[in-house]
């Protein structure tokens, strides 16, 4: 059974950092591109990041230079780290098996980021 449990977030102010963490089980996880999928409070998903299994990354334009989205296959562990957080970085962050061109088959339960002074 796959399974994608996240955490690592909270509240945090503008201008602050978390590290979100997603551990993966049920599959070969290096195998599998992964990504990062955030939902602001009463909109849609959106995709913020992938890497895929040979470690190329690829970023939402409002992530480029302050999100960094990494992976430790010995772990099976992925991370996405956030600087420079902004009050619309609020919001569920969700890890996802998969790319968002191809299809994210599994998603994590969420873990909740709150950017607020």
């Known amino acids: 059974e796959v399974q994608l449990v996240e955490s690592g977030g909270g509240l945090v102010q503008p201008g602050g950092s978390l590290r979100l963490s997603c551990a993966a089980s049920?599959?070969?996880?290096?195998?599998?591109?992964m990504s990062w999928v955030h939902q602001p409070p009463g909109k849609g998903p959106e995709w913020v990041s992938t890497i895929k299994s040979g470690g190329s990354t690829h970023y939402v334009d409002s992530a480029k230079g302050r999100f960094t989205i990494s992976r430790d296959n010995a772990k099976n562990t992925l991370y996405l780290q956030m600087t420079s957080l902004k009050p619309e970085d609020t919001g569920m962050y969700y890890c996802?098996?998969?790319?968002?061109?191809?299809?994210?088959?599994?998603w994590g339960q969420g873990t909740q980021v709150t950017v607020s002074s």
């Open positions: 049920g599959f070969t996880f290096g195998r599998h591109a």
């Open positions: 996802a098996r998969g790319t968002a061109a191809a299809g994210l088959g599994y």
